[in-house]
């Protein structure tokens, strides 16, 4: 935030990743947020702003419907950025196939397929925004989320200083599945032995208390949780520092069913014990 108590946050990602989502959750939040703009005219937004609101929060919503005019925008954030403006970028994503699956079951064509599929536009657009989603501050993988957890993500990233300092969303997952692509800390947890060879506990998941008490039954499990809480205190002066009031924290196990889910359901425990705001969210339970 800078004196003037004047903030912007740049929303962006691929089409059919959740941006009206997170745009009107900020504008819930109390942000002033503006759809579509062509960044050339984001320096003039941003100074009336300024001038007609007190401590304001502005949140600018740009994506590739805007053609060649948002080849400028790398030049117009430079340009807000040597001005002093406190600016961070949120940065929405999600996998190829959920988004294909998005747009079918919509029945709108992707911005930028033109005669080719759904697809196409998809590989266009992530070459278009690989610069921006480079230097994000925030990303957000949606592939897994429902509209109500986004929300959730948006509100513990920018709903205001007047709650916890750091906000944490521990990620439950199958590598199998492959790595979440929005993770800042990721924890193997395949070390553990596997309730799926129990045979009274294959069915069952790490949300169920016989597994749970299965996986953290041994010290290493506790010492693993212990050192995962404090690995998130040790980072969390510097992510403040930095302006960064949110962080993911993914668990791993083979298929994301038994010992990630456990495993995470326990550090977040521990970490609200820390003073951590947290949101569970289980990537891959049911997908077996």
């Not at 989320?145 to 916890?164: I, Q, T």
């Not at 924890?187 to 597994?211: C, H, I, Q, S, Y």
């Not at 050192?227 to 009031?245: C, F, I, T």
Request: charged share 30%.
């Amino acid at each position: 935030m800078t004196e003037d108590g004047f903030e912007l946050v740049l929303v962006s990602g691929m089409s059919g990743a959740g941006r009206s989502t997170a745009a009107r959750a900020l504008e819930d939040l109390g942000w002033f947020v503006v759809d579509n703009l062509p960044p050339s005219l984001l320096p003039k937004l941003i100074s009336e702003v300024k001038s007609d609101l007190d401590d304001a929060r502005l949140a600018v919503v740009v994506d590739v419907r805007g053609g060649h005019i948002f080849d400028d925008l790398a030049d117009t954030l430079q340009r807000v950025l040597d001005d002093g403006i406190d600016l961070r970028v949120l940065f929405l994503e999600a996998g190829d196939n959920e988004l294909v699956r998005r747009f079918e079951s919509s029945r709108r064509p992707h911005p930028l397929q033109g005669s080719g599929g759904i697809l196409e536009g998809l590989v266009r657009e992530r070459s278009l925004l690989g610069d921006l989603r480079a230097r994000a501050d925030i990303v957000i993988d949606t592939s897994s989320l429902n509209v109500h957890d986004l929300r959730r993500k948006v509100d513990a990233a920018f709903g205001g200083d007047e709650r916890v300092a750091l906000r944490a969303t521990v990620m439950s997952f199958g590598f199998k599945y492959g790595l979440p692509l929005d993770a800042d800390i990721v924890n193997d947890v395949r070390f553990l032995p596997n309730p799926f060879w129990v045979p009274e506990l294959r069915d069952l998941t790490g949300l169920d208390a016989p597994v749970s008490d299965f996986v953290t039954a041994l010290p290493d499990a506790r010492e693993f949780l212990d050192r995962m809480a404090s690995m998130v205190d040790l980072v969390s002066d510097g992510y403040l520092r930095e302006g960064k009031r949110y962080v993911t924290v993914a668990v791993g196990c083979t298929g994301g069913k038994h010992r990630s889910v456990a495993m995470a359901e326990n550090l977040a425990t521990r970490l609200v014990k820390h003073g951590v705001e947290v949101l569970v969210v289980h990537r891959d339970l049911g997908r077996e």
